[in-house]
């Protein structure tokens, strides 16, 4: 067994810990550069105590999904106002740009020089940028990922800029910056959550490791997203969902995704859809597809075991009940077929060309068949 594992330099979680944020900041630089949401003022506090902390900021509001047009435009913004460090402060798009900017700021080029499918997936040679994530939000566990999704419009896929440099050297989890995400926001990044951790658990990657993480995010996640989604001021479930994140994170890092985030990517690429819905659509039809393929065609893997052991974590005693209670879940939480996303038939066929080549696929514990692939997007549909 031969097996690596990478994280950011340092993770603080806890309720009131965005206070350590500002004096940290002073230890990497003096001008930072502030990914936000659209909505700066929800950084203020924030930009207060960099100021007070003899930090310089300047703010960077992304609004929606950052494309590689947006990365270049941060780092250009970082490199014209001398910035030396970049802080992401919001949900996994925000932390993605801001993780980007970090690495284009000090690596010469454009950034389809380094972006994977439709670029030239070029290394990083320097390091880059010091850089500090604070999630908003409880789904992707951006802050201790290695990559950076961006969107390219002209090619209608979304796209990861990958390399283990661009960890941040520190992530900041306060579950009170989640208290006011709205019902919706907390389905979608929650779902994402929970599926980051289910892929990464039975993927072809999964190690000792990266088992751990998942073991203790997918029954938080399991207990405490309806909670959350059904009162957002539920401290407590706001806690589970932002290790369940966290873990998710730090799991799929390692031990890479599945056939859900194939697919994701040249989704969001050609529908505007929150990456969560997107997921959670298919969440249910792809562990259905995973289960037939495997007890078809590997029916030895480690993975058909921990498909009837996430169910056991839902109530239930086989792989089919734990799928069940997948769907159930989507339901609960509101989530449109595919076609409510806009999706029709007639996309099918170019979603399954561009899911063969994307990087998540490798991590699927059984290689699914192009008619496979056509019947998750069928059923999804």
Known sequence: MTFEFATAGRIVFGCGKLAQAAPAAAGFGRS?????????????????ALSKEGVDSKPFPVSGEPSVETARQAAQCARETDCDLVIGFGGGSVIDLAKAAAALMT????????LEVIGKGRSLTERPAPSIAIPTTA?????????????????????????????PDLAIIDPENML??????????????????????????????????????LPRAVRALRRAFENGSDIKAREEMALASLFGGLALANAGLGAVHGFAGPLGGMFAAPHGIVCAALLPHVMKINLMALRERAPESYSLNRLTE???????????????????????LQVPPLSGLGVTEKDFRELVEKSQNASSMKGNPVELTDQELMRILQESA
């Open 180 to 217: 006011s995400m709205p019902p919706a926001v907390t389905a979608s990044t929650g779902l994402d959550a929970l599926t980051q951790l289910l892929e990464a658990f039975i993927s072809k990657k999964a190690n000792p490791l990266t088992d751990g993480f998942c073991r203790e995010g």
């Open 32 to 48: 930072a550069l502030v990914v936000t949401g659209r909505h700066v003022e929800r950084a203020r506090p924030l930009l207060d």
């Open 310 to 332: 996430f169910a056991r974590l839902t109530g239930g005693s086989s792989a089919e009940e734990g799928i069940e209670w997948l769907s159930g879940l989507c339901r609960d």
């Open 139 to 167: 789904g992707t566990g951006a802050e201790v990922t290695k990559n950076a999704v961006l969107a390219s419009p002209e090619h209608r896929v979304k796209v990861s800029m990958r390399n283990p440099l661009m960890i």
């Open 107 to 114: 690596n010469p080029g454009d950034p389809l020089d380094y």
